[in-house]
């Protein structure tokens, strides 16, 4: 059975950065795409990118570029979510999730429990 | 504001079937597959239905999924106390290159 586990709460200040981890078991983790999914307090979700861990390439969500680096250590099968610049609307609930399925055809087969990333002065 | 558009919320009362729509463009649901996931309070998303209407092992068969054109739904039959829950659909959009998700539905039971 596939296992995602997240890093605990964040707090940061405005204009900080935070990482963010999601360590991986019971699958071939450099196979699989990990997306990063937030979602703000009463709000929906927001894919934010997605890295292929036998590629090293990631892809980031148009909104978040510039801001967003995705990266994956095969060694400890852990993938790494870094949001940098932090303003107090990037507050939310932050999940990893397992893909299965081909580019465009892909979906989140498993989910990480969620990291809340509080950010405030 | 979602690429994809879900009326914000559904009802229906034990054993009735209830329809969730999710209505996209041509570079998203026109054109790729649609998942959707379901998100019970204070909890992860789960994965309910993808490819369009494939069932992940263990999701009952009353969840069924469809699509027309630039439009997909999620159906739920034999409705009961503990679907109640968001639930949202995803795509990934040819002109974003990612995937975008509906703005999720709250489906109250009755």
């Known amino acids: 059975q596939v296992q995602l586990e997240q890093s605990g709460t964040e707090v940061k200040r405005p204009g900080s950065s935070v990482k963010v981890s999601c360590k991986t078991s019971?699958?071939?983790?450099?196979?699989?795409?990990i997306s990063w999914v937030r979602q703000a307090p009463g709000q929906g979700l927001q894919w934010m990118g997605r890295?292929?861990?036998?590629?090293?390439?990631?892809n980031y969500a148009q909104n978040f570029q510039g801001r967003v680096t995705i990266t994956a250590d095969k060694s400890t099968s852990t993938a790494y979510m870094e949001l940098s610049s932090l303003r107090s609307d990037d507050t939310a609930v932050y999940y990893c999730?397992?893909?299965?399925?081909?580019?465009?055809?892909?979906?989140?087969?498993?989910w990480g429990q969620g990291t809340l990333v509080i950010v405030s002065s | 504001q979602s690429v994809l558009t879900q009326p914000p919320s559904a009802s229906g009362t034990p054993g009735q079937r209830v329809t969730i729509s999710c209505s996209g463009d041509?570079?998203?649901?026109?054109?790729?597959?649609v998942n959707w996931y379901l998100q019970l309070p204070g909890t992860a998303p789960k994965l309910l239905i993808y490819?369009?209407?494939q069932r992940p092992s263990g999701v009952p068969d009353r969840f069924s999924g469809s699509k027309s054109g630039t439009s997909a739904s999620l159906a739920i039959s034999g409705l009961q106390s503990e679907d109640e829950a968001d639930y949202y659909c995803?795509?990934?959009?040819?002109?974003?290159?990612?995937?975008?998700f509906g703005g999720g539905t709250q489906l109250t039971v009755l």
């Open positions: 999730a397992s893909d299965r399925g081909a580019s465009a055809g892909s979906y989140s087969a498993y």
């Open positions: 019971g699958g071939t983790f450099s196979s699989f795409p």
């Open positions: 890295i292929i861990p036998i590629l090293d390439i990631a």
């Open positions: 041509n570079s998203n649901i026109g054109t790729n597959t």
């Open positions: 490819n369009i209407n």
């Open positions: 995803a795509a990934w959009d040819d002109s974003l290159n990612g995937v975008v």
